[in-house]
């Protein structure tokens, strides 16, 4: 179980079912226990799942674990994910192989079980520990939510899972309604505020678990709405217009009297002569149509006629 009490999730690989269960014998109700019994379905499971850990047999038909590791470690979905192997091979050269190759730790059988679960519960706390410092660096100090950096790495995370399975994916760019002025005839201290409260909006609008919002800079900020497409996209970004309208938090300066913003939408399936770059200049676009055409409200890209 993760310090959070989370359940921590084991995927096992071995194409011996009484390996399999073997393993699965060691760990209790503190684990949930996935397994594959092919190098394919391991892939699979663990780009869906994203367990906490694999146990990886190294001898197995078609593909071996050596492959397997290698795959998981070249792919972005699955690259952080701790691998240990459990292996009968026990010759120093196969240990510095699996650990070469971005293995966390190498078992060789006969095993403990003992050791194993002390191994297993380690390198899951070790893991735990790498996300909490990763959470650290990539939140925006003043909003707590994601910040740019974090923002480049999701979306090139989903842009890739899109391209994988064919799916849309939309970002939108948001922008405070003339915060410069605000900030300049209420100050700094409630700029702040504002930008916190704008924060606040987005994160409980977009609803969905895979939904994510980050301050993108300044008073910008984005979000990205995998699998999603056009008219559901901009209803989703309209209502986030809506909602943090609706909150009447004051602008003396603004033309609407009260805190508004403006947000370019953008969608597409991603493929060979597509870009995550390319649809955020798009989602751009439409912000800049979105402020041209009066403000407080959300623009849908529309690709410019020949």
Request: a negative charge; proline letters at 4%; hydrophobic letters at 40%.
């Amino acid at each position: 179980m993760s310090p959070s009490g989370v359940i921590s999730r084991l995927l096992i690989v071995d194409d011996d079912p009484s390996n399999i269960r073997l393993l699965a014998s060691i760990f209790d109700e503190n684990y949930d226990i996935l397994f594959a019994t092919s190098g394919a379905q391991a892939l699979q499971i663990a780009v869906k799942e994203q367990p906490d850990l694999i146990l990886l047999d190294v001898i197995m038909p078609e593909m071996d674990g050596y492959e397997v590791c290698r795959l998981l470690k070249a792919d972005l979905l699955t690259q952080a994910i701790p691998v240990i192997f459990v292996t009968a091979h026990s010759e120093v050269k196969d240990e510095i192989l699996g650990l070469e190759m971005g293995a966390a730790d190498y078992i060789s059988k006969p095993f403990s079980p003992a050791i194993v679960k002390i191994r297993v519960r380690n390198q899951i706390e070790l893991k735990h520990a790498r996300e909490k410092l990763t959470r650290l660096v990539i939140t925006d100090g003043l909003t707590n939510i994601a910040n740019r950096r974090c923002f480049d790495e999701q979306l090139a995370h989903e842009w890739h899972r899109a391209h994988r399975m064919s799916q849309p994916v939309a970002v939108a760019m948001i922008d405070v309604d003339w915060f410069k002025k605000y900030n300049d005839h209420y100050g700094h201290q409630a700029g702040d505020d504002c930008l916190r409260q704008v924060a606040m909006v987005l994160t409980y609008s977009a609803k969905r678990d895979s939904d994510f919002v980050a301050r993108y800079g300044g008073e910008e900020f984005a979000l990205i709405l995998p699998t999603t497409q056009n008219e559901t996209a901009l209803i989703v970004v309209e209502n986030v217009c809506r909602a943090l309208s609706d909150l009447e938090l004051p602008h003396a300066l603004s033309e609407f009297g009260r805190v508004t913003i403006s947000a370019g939408v953008a969608v597409c399936v991603p493929n060979e002569h597509e870009s995550a770059e390319s649809l955020m200049r798009r989602a751009d676009e439409a912000l800049y149509t979105a402020k041209h055409q009066g403000r407080n409200q959300a623009v849908l890209y529309q690709p410019k006629e020949d």
